[in-house]
Nanobody
Framework: QVQLVESGGGLVQPGGSLRLSCAASGSIFSINAMGWYRQAPGEQRELVASITSGGSTNYADSVKGRFTISRDNAKNTVYLQMTSLKPEDTAVYYC???????????????WGQGTQVTVSS
């Protein structure tokens, strides 16, 4: 069974920083892309940033230059360093991973339980 566990959310003032972490554990053969999504109240879930196993990254326009995604393949962990946070960054942040549990299995997507990020003075 695969689990994705996020940590690092919380309350921060505008202009502040937070670092989110997401560790994947369980029966995992390989992990392809990993990413972070967010969902604000009344809004659809949106992609924040993603990173491939080779390290190629992709960011939403709204976070470019402020957020940095990285991963530690040896630890099956993805990080999101968030700086210059704005009130509009307030949302529940979800970790996502595309992975195989066996060498011959198809790639499936897994989600974490979400962590709240609130940017407010």
């Amino acid at each position: 069974q695969v689990q994705l566990v996020e940590s690092g959310g919380g309350l921060v003032q505008p202009g502040g920083s937070l670092r989110l972490s997401c560790a994947a554990s369980g029966s995992i053969f390989s992990i392809n892309a990993m990413g972070w999504y967010r969902q604000a109240p009344g809004e659809q879930r949106e992609l924040v940033a993603s990173i491939t196993s080779g390290g190629s990254t992709n960011y939403a326009d709204s976070v470019k230059g402020r957020f940095t995604i990285s991963r530690d393949n040896a630890k099956n962990t993805v990080y999101l360093q968030m700086t210059s946070l704005k009130p509009e960054d307030t949302a529940v942040y979800y970790c996502n991973a595309f992975l195989r549990v066996l060498a011959w299995s198809s790639v499936r997507t897994y989600w974490g339980q979400g962590t709240q990020v609130t940017v407010s003075s």
